[in-house]
Every structure is written in structure tokens, then in C-alpha cells.
């Protein structure tokens, strides 16, 4: 079955205690991992496309990394204003986007 | 203005009746999507689009229906709301193309069925 699963489902750090989420997926034919953002109330955000095994893309705190069979979201040195829910998007053969359901990061002064 | 643009922002509605929501775009895209999203269950594909002429289901499109009345719009029909569609809904675009690209949200229109 076609699935993108994000661990943990919620997480919560000290600011400046860095730490990463996961998402990993069993999809035949990846075309294309995304990372969004989302604030409560409103609509994902984009932050990274990923495409190939070996990838990695940064911003900011953020830097993303990709294998065959999962992906990383590392936060480095967190502020409360990282806090938010980070979802994971892959389209693949079908030309669907599919998402995980989400981890919802919490950073405290 | 935003880019994705969706009405209403929030609509409560009885059960057993028609609503629609609607969705609209000035990124000049080609491909669009309706989700619904819920606590615990994330963004889940209710229909998409790649062209004006190409309608598909996703996942969840019991009780749903769309019209993409244009490149630039795409409407989600409940045809007898039920509670259980009570949800935030989100419009998405994507430009087609090798490889894909990232998709756009609208700001979402928040939906209760009493």
C-alpha cells in the first residue's frame, strides 16, 4: 500500500536543542518529496522539494535529506518561532500527492 | 492577493444540504486538488485535476463531487452534508511537469456540518 509516515507525532524541544523529524514512505516511482510547514488555521507552506537519493536542501535552521527510503527534517538550534506542524508530501507514479499526517513541533523559550 | 484563493473562509451548514466550496488561482496552473484535513488523520486527496477536461478521484470522494469550471477554478460540491464532513478543507495547484513541483495552498475554508 502507498504511504507516507511521519514520526514523531509530536515533539517538543528546548530552544537551541536541536533534533530531527522523519518521514519515510513506500511508494513505487518517487518523483518528487516535499516538506511544508503549517501554522494552526492555515494553509501548508512549501519549504523544500526533494528528488534523488543523496539530496539535501537547507534554510535557515532547517536542512532536509532524502534516501530511498525515507527523508529527514533536521532543526538545528530551534527558536519558538519554528513551532509548528511539518508535513511530508510525495507525488510518485500515480501523479498523486500524498501526505503523512504530520509532526506537530513545539520549541520553548 | 493571495494566489490560491478560497471561499468561504468558514460556513457552517445543516445536515442534508447542498454547499459549495470554491477555489480559485492566478498561478496559471494547470493541475489542482481538493483535501480535507483532520486532527490525527492529516491532508487526505478527496479529487483532482490535471486539465480543465480531466477529473480524478483521490481517496475519499464518497459524498464529494467537483466541477473544474476553468484553468483557473475548481469547485468542491457536498451534495447533503453530512456531520462527519465537518473538516478543514485546502485547494491546491501544481504546475505539470518532469519532475513534479511543489504544490500551493489556499488559506483553507473551514466546514461544520450541525
Known amino acids: 500500500e502507498d504511504q507516507v509516515t511521519q514520526s514523531p507525532e509530536a515533539l517538543r524541544l528546548q530552544e537551541g536543542e536541536s533534533s530531527s523529524l522523519n518521514c519515510s514512505y513506500t511508494v513505487s516511482g518517487l518523483r518528487g518529496l516535499f516538506w511544508y510547514r503549517q501554522d494552526p488555521g492555515k494553509g501548508p507552506e512549501f519549504l523544500f522539494t526533494l528528488y534523488s537519493a543523496g539530496e539535501e536542501k537547507e534554510k535557515e535552521r532547517l536542512k532536509a535529506t532524502l534516501t530511498k527510503k525515507e527523508s529527514f527534517l533536521h532543526i538545528t538550534a530551534p527558536k519558538p518561532e519554528d513551532s509548528a506542524t511539518y508535513l511530508c508530501?510525495?507525488?510518485?507514479?500515480?501523479?498523486?500527492?500524498?501526505f503523512g499526517t504530520g509532526t506537530r513541533l513545539q520549541v520553548f523559550p | 492577493d493571495a494566489d490560491v484563493t478560497q471561499t468561504p473562509r468558514n460556513r457552517i451548514t445543516k445536515t442534508g444540504k447542498r454547499i459549495m466550496l470554491e477555489c480559485s488561482q492566478t498561478?496559471?496552473?494547470?493541475?489542482m486538488y481538493w483535501y480535507r484535513q483532520d486532527p490525527g488523520l492529516g491532508l487526505r486527496l478527496i479529487y483532482y485535476s490535471f486539465d480543465v477536461k480531466d477529473i480524478n478521484k483521490g481517496e475519499i470522494s464518497d459524498g464529494y463531487s467537483v466541477s473544474r469550471q476553468a484553468q483557473a477554478k475548481f469547485s468542491l460540491s457536498l451534495e447533503s452534508a453530512i456531520p462527519n464532513q465537518t473538516a478543514l478543507y485546502f485547494c491546491?495547484?501544481?504546475?505539470?511537469?518532469?519532475?513534479?513541483?511543489?504544490?500551493?495552498f489556499g488559506q483553507g475554508t473551514r466546514l461544520t456540518v450541525v
Open positions: 491546491a495547484t501544481s504546475v505539470a511537469g518532469q519532475p513534479n513541483t511543489e504544490a500551493f
Open positions: 508530501a510525495v507525488f510518485y507514479n500515480t501523479d498523486k500527492l500524498i
Open positions: 498561478k496559471g496552473h494547470d493541475r
